[in-house]
T-cell receptor
């Protein structure tokens, strides 16, 4: 059974550019969440989608956005990149709409903004 | 305002001994708690969880204890093995009044090193 797949694994972008990250959840999982991990802040919640609807959003600026497709695959987009956006971006999926039994994380996309 | 705190950035134990990782929280609306393990260059891996209606959950070498009155939970690993060396994250789910309890609030993690 394939796990959560995130692409690309590594990305280097320049300040001011935009970036799109992709996440394919485990087959049958309809809940997809995104987290940002930085050394100073740990894992911080970005947003969560279920059946193409954003159900919850963390405290991030509007430059961070996402969407979910009918096949549950999800993308997140960051526009006008800043140096502080350099982080590991993690996607997680769950088979349960309320997240019971935990979320399965992908290996993440390491974004470096220069 | 950090709602989930792991006050020990690191912990070192001997193989075969018990590892105790601690986590404190401030939000009384948290209803579900989870522990994740993370190796470098990998995503967090779900370990064990506990509902707020319980005070203990056990799964093999891993046991999580919840003290609601103290807003404290701990993860016990017995016996500890070198392969357990990783960063451990405590996470909590918020059953807010809006019903959109689908986000996890994580602590900053504790690096566990199990020495052979």
């Amino acid at each position: 059974k394939a796990g959560v797949t995130q692409t690309p694994r590594y990305l280097i972008k320049t300040r001011g550019q935009q970036v799109t990250l992709s996440c394919s959840p485990i087959s049958g999982h309809r809940s997809v969440s995104w987290y940002q991990q930085t050394p100073g802040q740990g894992l911080q919640f970005l947003f969560e989608y279920f059946s193409e609807t954003q159900r919850n959003k963390g405290n991030f600026p509007g430059r961070f956005s996402g969407r979910q497709f009918s096949n549950s695959r999800s993308e997140m987009n960051v526009s006008t990149l800043e140096l502080g956006d350099s982080a590991l971006y993690l996607c997680a999926s769950s088979s349960q709409p309320d997240g019971n039994y935990g979320y399965t994380f992908g290996s993440g996309t390491r974004l470096t903004v220069v | 305002d950090q709602q989930v705190k792991q006050n020990s950035p690191s912990l070192s134990v001997q193989e075969g001994r018990i590892s105790i990782l601690n986590c404190d929280y401030t939000n009384s609306m948290f209803d579900y708690f989870l522990w994740y393990k993370k190796y470098p260059a990998e995503g967090p891996t779900f370990l064990i969880s506990i509902s707020s209606i319980k005070d203990k959950n056990e799964d093999g070498r891993f046991t999580v204890f919840l003290n609601k009155s103290a807003k404290h939970l701990s993860l016990h690993i017995v016996p500890s093995q070198p392969g357990d060396s990783a960063v451990y994250f405590c996470a909590a789910r918020d059953q807010n009044s809006g019903g959109s309890n689908y986000k996890l609030t994580f602590g900053k993690g504790t690096l566990l090193t199990v020495n052979p």
